[in-house]
């Protein structure tokens, strides 16, 4: 059984800093996490940063240059390091991993973050 448990979430001002972490219950060669996701009230589930093949990362375009994820393989955790944060951040967020032998997605449990003055 996969876990993946996601934290750092909080409310803020605008302008201000966050930094999310997921870390998985698995090493990085069984579960590999590959992005984060943010889900606002009343909308879909959408993209914020992933992983892309060769190793990049590809973010939306409404957090590109702001918002940056990375990971600490022997940790197995991915980060979301989220700066100069609008209203319009807040969200539920999620991380995303793949378990590589069976192909199959996990979700961690979301975290909120609130952005408001």
């Known amino acids: 059984q996969v876990q993946l448990v996601e934290s750092g979430g909080g409310l803020v001002q605008p302008g201000a800093s966050l930094k999310l972490s997921c870390a998985a219950s698995?090493?990085?060669?069984?579960?590999?996490?590959r992005g984060w996701y943010r889900q606002a009230p009343g909308k879909q589930r959408e993209l914020v940063a992933v992983?892309?093949?060769?190793?990049?990362?590809n973010y939306a375009a409404s957090v590109k240059g702001r918002f940056t994820m990375s990971r600490d393989i022997a940790k197995n955790t991915a980060y979301l390091q989220m700066n100069s944060l609008k209203p319009e951040d807040t969200a539920v967020y999620y991380c995303?991993?793949?378990?590589?032998?069976?192909?199959?997605?996990?979700w961690g449990q979301g975290t909120q973050v609130t952005v408001s003055s």
């Open positions: 698995s090493n990085h060669f069984s579960v590999g996490i």
């Open positions: 995303k991993a793949l378990h590589r032998r069976s192909g199959t997605d996990y």
């Open positions: 992983e892309v093949s060769g190793g990049g990362i």
